[in-house]
């Protein structure tokens, strides 16, 4: 384990699997991340884990699924850390740089292509949640008809979710979603704020990511996404869709906070 700290936060990277996090919260305090406790193998099959990790988009049960298992190069010190995962059956590297700031953390993600061919692909970025919270995604201000004729935002619900779930709140400022089971649930947003948080045990984490309105973007437009089960809950970014060409990389930025949260949101407020 590679282990970071300041005087506000602590942060723990995986060096026996990985890309992943496995540990963030503050200095003195409890875990905000989700961790299972499957133990790390090498067999050849992908294992949850837990914690922060690095995907590709758009889904699929084999590309997306590529074990994370194998140890992962790990360089830095207690304030900084690169972490490289060796290419995988299909040539994509993963690279996670992570920088404490604050009582918070800079992230950059990268995927690079090594294989011989193109490949349509997005960089997704996928913080597990300890349970018993509830996520808010802020919404873009109100603007009154006539003067607003045109959309701006996407909301995009999987077959598995219920809009009349009563564990998502809709509501004008943003949008709540409990975490909690027993049903899987998730939503994608295609949202210019690119902000996500959640409140857990007298915290609110946030995570910060980028908008580009001309760009297309997975899951029907999504840049944020919130899936949740019976487990924990996951706050999801995504970058554009974009044709990597071998020796290409592309990029996903984040930037965490931490602060401490007085009141507990309930769904709508």
């Not at 193998?41 to 590709?56: A, I, P, S």
């Amino acid at each position: 384990m590679h282990r970071l700290h300041n005087e506000h936060v602590r942060l723990a990277l995986s060096t026996a699997f990985g890309p992943r996090i496995l540990h963030f919260g503050p200095r003195v305090g409890p875990n905000l991340l989700w961790v299972d406790q499957d133990t790390p193998q090498d067999d050849g099959e992908w294992h949850v884990y837990g914690g922060h990790r690095l995907w590709r988009a758009p889904e699929d049960p084999d590309t997306t699924y590529e074990p994370d298992n194998a140890e992962v190069l790990v360089r830095g010190d207690e304030r900084t850390a690169v972490v490289r995962q060796q290419p995988d059956r299909y040539g994509l590297g993963k690279v996670m740089e992570v920088r404490l700031d604050g009582p918070g953390v800079r992230l950059v993600h990268a995927l690079e292509n090594h294989g011989l061919g193109p490949v349509e692909i997005a960089a997704w970025a996928i913080t597990c949640m300890a349970p018993g919270g509830v996520a808010e995604v802020p919404q873009p201000p109100a603007r009154a008809h006539p003067d607003a004729l045109l959309p701006d935002r996407r909301v995009t619900l999987w077959p598995y979710t219920d809009p009349a779930d009563p564990r998502i709140g809709w509501a004008r400022e943003r949008v709540t979603i409990r975490q909690g089971g027993p049903d899987s649930l998730k939503v994608g947003f295609g949202n210019p704020l690119a902000e996500l948080s959640y409140v857990v045990d007298g915290w609110r984490f946030t995570k910060r990511g980028a908008w580009d309105a001309r760009a297309p973007y997975p899951d029907l437009g999504s840049n944020l996404e919130v899936y949740t089960n019976a487990q924990m809950l996951e706050l999801e970014t995504l970058s554009p869709l974009v044709t990597l060409q071998p020796g290409q990389a592309i990029t996903l930025w984040e930037q965490w906070s931490l602060e401490r949260e007085r009141t507990d949101p309930a769904p709508g407020r």
